[in-house]
Structures are given as C-alpha cells and as structure tokens.
C-alpha cells in the first residue's frame, strides 16, 4: 500500500484528497443530524459515501483517470447541493471543490467542471441573498479557478517533464534502465495475474566500438538514435523499447507468445542489419530472447535474455538466440522447448 502511494502521484493524490473532504465533511454531517438538520445530513452522509467509494475505485482498479474525474465532478456537485440547500453558509465550499478540480483531472476538465457548477448555482439563483452577492460569489470564484487554472497547468507541465527526465533516456529517447525495471515488475504481475504472454528482447549492436573510433562518437551517438528510431518503427504501439546501456537496448514485447518470438526477433536483426547503418556501412546487432514463463520473476527473467545475448555474441555474433524456458522448469518438463535455439 505505501509503495504504491509512493510510486503512484495520481493515486496519492486522490487518496489524500478523498481523506481531507472526509475530514472535512464529517464534522458537519455529524453537527446537521445533532442540530436537526436531517436532509442537509443526509446530502453530507451522500458524499462522504461517494468520495469512499471513487477512492476504493481508484485504489481497485488502478484507474486514476476516471477517478480524479469522478472525484472533481463529486466535490463541485457536492458544492453546488450544500450551497443550494444551505444558502451563503453553504455556497463557500465550492471555493476548495474548484481549487481540488486542478489536482484531480486535467487543468482543461476542472474548468469545464467548475464553469458547469458555477452555471447551475447561478441558473438555479437560490443559493444567493442579492444579485450583488451572486457577481461577487461568481467574481471571485472565476478569480480562484483562474489562479488555480495557471497552477494547474504548470504542475502538470512541470510533472510531465520531470517524469520524463526520470523515465527516459535523453539521447535516444527510449526509456531508461529504471523505467524498465518498473515495467517488468509490473508484467511480471500482470502475468501471474492474468497469464498474459510477454517477450523481452534484450540487443547489443556489433562491434560498436570500431563505430566510435573509425567515424567519432558524434556519429556513434547518431547510430544510436536512429536505431531507437527504426526499432520503433517496426513494433507496435504496445511494445516499449528501453536503452539498457551505452549500445544495448532491450524491447519489452506485451501479447508477443513464445511459439511467434523468433519471427519477431528475426524481422528486427533483418530490419536492423538492412536498415541502420547510414552514414557508415551496415551494422548489425546480436538479440537474446526470453518469453517469460510462469516461474520467472524480473531478475530470473532479465538474467535469461541476458544469458542468450551472450550466448549470440560468443557464437559469431548477428543473431538471435531464444531461451524458451528456465533451467529447472526445463529439467522438470514443464518448459515450452529445448535449451536455447540459435538462429541465424
Ligand atoms: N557514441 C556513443 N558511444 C557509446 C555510448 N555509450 C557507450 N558507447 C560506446 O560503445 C562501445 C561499446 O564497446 P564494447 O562494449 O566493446 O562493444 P562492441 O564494440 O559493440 O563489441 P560487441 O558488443 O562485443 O560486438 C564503447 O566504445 C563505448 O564507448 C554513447 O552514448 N554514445
């Protein structure tokens, strides 16, 4: 639970959120029912109610979007209800219900959502003493979502940014060592979970070396970028491909099953063996592959892939080498094929 509020800034920010407006709330459910306030009560027990639930949602499902949303839409409504029913005591929530809109969804929505629920409270006129109370009440709340507009947006700016210096590699674009590693716990589960298949492709291009003394790194560099290019041409959308260090990247392939790896793995070495190479000659790349299988863990995983890569490098080198299964699952039967399976 605190390693996914830790790594997860849109879920703890639900979480923390939900937790104050439950603070918040309770405190005057419990003084309307004391005081008599039956319905006012009621409304307080209904959002509180609503505010666990999107939260339990969120927490479930992992759906962030669709929860922030919820939650936004949940808190100006609640607003718009209290104020209402309640009049000026009531009509001041909507000031942190629009202000918390900017941390739950996106900057563009929380405008849409507040503009909606100032609209309602205007239209239906019942929540002000005067028109002059209203310009006021609309004034200052348009004032509040501006600010908080320009906040927003510069967060979610800045948070895009940080997150892509933390997640990707600034020369090639491809995500980093970290991101990867992130990534395959997360397969890892999904696969014990749901059984669904994943591949990972771990490659080293030949003899990069000589690239960089021949020619310099300037174009060594270049190499680099338009081989994260090319890869990222020739697999789908879903596949992610990282650099592992300096000349080794590795492609972690969702849906990608055992049986149809070695298509895949054979298109790429051609793709990359006919394609990459400009400015200095063709170049190619060894590729270890390993579908995980249901006894791997990331490490376990990671180590076989790594283990055929080597063994493609000590066997000539522009090649694939698959490693179908762990060792122990092999020598108990429940692999999917022999050892490793060179293939030129
Ligand atoms: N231009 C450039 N070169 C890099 C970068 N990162 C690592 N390298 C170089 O990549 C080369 C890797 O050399 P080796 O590990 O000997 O591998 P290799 O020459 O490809 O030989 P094999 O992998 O055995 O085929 C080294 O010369 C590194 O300096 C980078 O970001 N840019």
Redesign the pocket.
């Known amino acids: 639970m605190l390693y996914r509020l830790r790594h997860d800034f849109h879920l703890s920010i639900i979480t923390l959120l939900g937790a104050c407006a439950m603070f918040g709330v309770t405190p005057f459910a419990v003084f309307r029912f004391y005081s008599g306030n039956i319905p006012a009560g009621v409304v307080d027990l209904v959002i509180m109610f609503s505010i666990c639930s999107v939260v339990g949602y969120a927490w479930r499902t992992g759906d962030n979007r669709r929860s922030g949303f919820l939650l936004a839409v949940l808190a100006c409504t609640g607003a718009v209800v209290v104020g209402t029913m309640q009049g000026d005591v009531g009509i001041f929530w909507l000031y942190p219900a629009m202000v918390t809109s900017f941390f739950l969804t996106s900057a563009r929505v929380a405008v849409v959502v507040n503009c909606l629920a100032l609209l309602v409270l205007v239209i239906h006129d019942v929540a002000f003493d005067s028109r002059e109370q209203m310009m006021s009440f609309v004034t200052t709340s348009v004032v509040v979502s501006c600010c908080a507009y320009i906040f927003g947006r510069r967060n979610e700016h800045q948070r895009e940014r940080l997150e892509r210096l933390a997640t990707h590699d600034p020369?090639t674009g491809a995500k980093n060592r970290r991101a990867m590693e992130e990534d395959m716990q997360a397969a890892v589960a999904n696969h014990e979970r749901t059984g669904a298949p994943y591949t990972l492709i771990i490659f080293?291009?030949?003899?990069?070396?000589?690239i960089?003394d021949l020619y310099g790194?300037a174009v060594?560099?270049e190499v680099?970028t338009e081989c994260a290019g090319l890869i990222g041409r020739y697999t789908r959308k879903t596949d992610t491909l990282y650099r592992f260090g300096?000349?080794e990247f590795v492609l972690l392939m969702p849906g990608v099953r055992a049986e149809g790896v070695q298509a895949v793995a054979e298109n790429l070495r051609h793709k990359l063996a006919n394609e990459l190479g400009y400015p200095v000659g063709s170049i190619t790349a060894s590729f270890g592959v390993a579908p995980l299988h249901e006894t791997d863990d990331a490490d376990r995983w990671m180590a076989r892939a790594d283990d055929a890569l080597y063994e493609a490098?000590a066997t000539g080198?522009n090649r694939v080498v698959i490693r179908q299964a762990p060792v122990a699952a092999r020598e108990s039967g429940t692999g999917e094929s022999p050892a490793s399976a060179p293939l030129i």
């Open positions: 020369l080293d291009l030949d003899h990069f070396k000589r960089n790194h060594g560099d680099l300096g000349e490098k080198r």
